[in-house]
């Protein structure tokens, strides 16, 4: 079941999935959430900064979703780097209490073991927040990715690639590999909210709530879960049939 959310534009659309954010945080002092990178959460980490307190955090914990491979840990572009500059720092969460998968391990099988073990340990994520690339992957899950996927290294899809170029100053800076959450990792969250923004992301949020269910688009898979909400502004919501069939906010 998916609940869809339509913002006016971007900065509402974020503060949404904050207030339901910080709404989980209060209800439940312990949460453990999951964390996405990208830009598109970045606006939704700086509008929980703002509504929570350290009392509010000290408690929390947090997962992210995935990691390259290969890159060091220090590197800017890294996502332990982006976690704690976007998330851990501006959150004041216990950086003891937020885990990244490990990437530079030498033996990413076992690391992706210990991940999936240290969720377990910590109870679940309660909620879990995702972007979603260009083409329907969520996490690092590229198409073909299968619904009982468990976190595991992957080769990123040349697209993926070519999207997130952006961060880094040459395309063939970015990894080949990443370490990621699998579908079934992510489908385990007790609840999930999906953030998509802007025009590039109209087509394939379309497909993902819309077209066939289909490992090949593997953001159809979130359509299985109890309760995941899909939170779009307008224009990451214009090429859904019958436009306006969303719940407004
Ligand atoms: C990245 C991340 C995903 C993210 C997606 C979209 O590569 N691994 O978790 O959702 O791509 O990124 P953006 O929000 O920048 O469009």
């Known amino acids: 079941m998916i609940d869809i959310v339509i913002s006016p534009d971007a900065p509402s659309a974020a503060a949404h999935v904050a207030g339901i954010l910080h709404e989980a945080i209060r209800q439940h002092p312990a949460a453990v959430i999951g964390v996405a990178t990208g830009s598109t959460p970045s606006p939704v980490y700086r ?38 500059r976007e998330v851990t720092r501006p959150l004041g969460l216990d950086a003891r209490r937020v885990r990244v998968p490990d990437g530079q391990a030498s033996d990413l099988a076992a690391a992706a073991e210990e991940y999936e073990n240290a969720i377990v340990t910590a109870g679940g ?4 927040l995702l972007g979603i690339g260009t083409n329907g992957h969520i996490g690092f899950n590229e198409p073909g990715s299968a619904v009982t996927s468990r976190t595991r290294a992957v080769r990123l899809a040349a697209q993926t690639r070519a999207d997130n170029a952006r961060f880094f100053d040459t395309p063939g800076e970015v990894p080949t590999h990443a ?42 898979a979130l359509r299985t879960h109890p309760a995941c909400t899909v939170v779009l502004d307008r224009a990451a919501a214009a090429a859904l049939p019958g436009r306006g069939w969303g719940r407004s906010a």
């Open 47 to 84: 509008a929980l900064a703002t509504r929570l307190t350290p009392e509010d955090v000290r408690g929390v914990s947090a997962f992210a979703l995935d990691e390259y491979v290969g890159l060091p840990r220090e590197h800017p572009e890294s996502y332990h780097s982006v976690v704690f």
């Open 179 to 220: 370490l990621t959450q699998g579908i079934g990792t992510i489908l385990d969250a007790r609840r999930i909210v999906l953030l998509a923004l802007g025009p590039g992301k109209a087509h394939i949020v379309s497909r993902a709530l819309h077209g066939p269910m289909t490992a090949e688009l593997p953001a159809t």
């Open 125 to 128: 994520v309660d909620i879990q």
